[in-house]
């Protein structure tokens, strides 16, 4: 397994596997990152490969089914934000679209955008700032993306500051 690397162009992300399925992924590709019960397949190196991404997708679906796990993923641009958009069992973002999707969100979904490794422990001090966000009218991510930075590290401090960077896909991943 590697370490997650920033500005990967293709994930495919699955909240619930399990270690047998991890392994067989390798098949698709040799990026293959494990966190808790979450599986991120970066398909990037291997989309040219397998014909494409939604042959690869197709495989990956398949490869899922053939373990009896549940129809559910997320295929976006960044693995940062793949629980953001974890909404509905299926989630498949064409190429270059996750940004522009990620700003339409609800606000609640800030809590889950960010590195995977990190998320579960920041989500107590995330869900207070989203409430606070609430509270002074921030109802999409969009409403937030679009405060200026100076804007943001005053009124939302350092947290405010680095959800920023990763709604902007510049946070760094561990």
């Known amino acids: 397994m590697h370490s997650l690397q920033k500005n990967k162009k293709r994930f495919l992300y699955f909240p619930k ?23 991120y397949l970066d398909i990037d190196p291997t989309i040219t490969l397998f014909g494409g991404e939604e042959i690869l997708f197709l495989k990956a679906t398949q490869l899922a089914s053939s373990f009896d796990l549940p129809n559910q993923f997320v295929f976006t641009d960044r ?21 522009d999707t990620l700003l339409l969100l609800d606000i609640t979904r800030l809590e889950f955008i960010g590195d995977p490794q990190t998320l579960e422990d920041e989500a107590p001090s995330r869900r207070d700032l989203i409430r606070f966000m609430k509270r002074v009218g921030i109802k999409k991510i969009s409403d937030f993306a679009a405060l200026s930075p100076t804007a943001i590290g005053g009124r939302f401090g350092k947290m405010g500051v680095t959800l920023l960077d990763w709604v902007s896909g510049e946070g760094e991943l561990i």
């Open 17 to 39: 596997t399990l270690s047998s399925f991890t392994e067989s992924c390798l098949s698709l590709t040799p990026k293959v990152y494990a966190i808790k019960e979450s599986l």
């Open 79 to 99: 693995c940062e934000w793949a629980k953001a958009f974890h909404t509905q069992p299926e989630v498949f973002l064409p190429a270059g679209k996750s940004r």
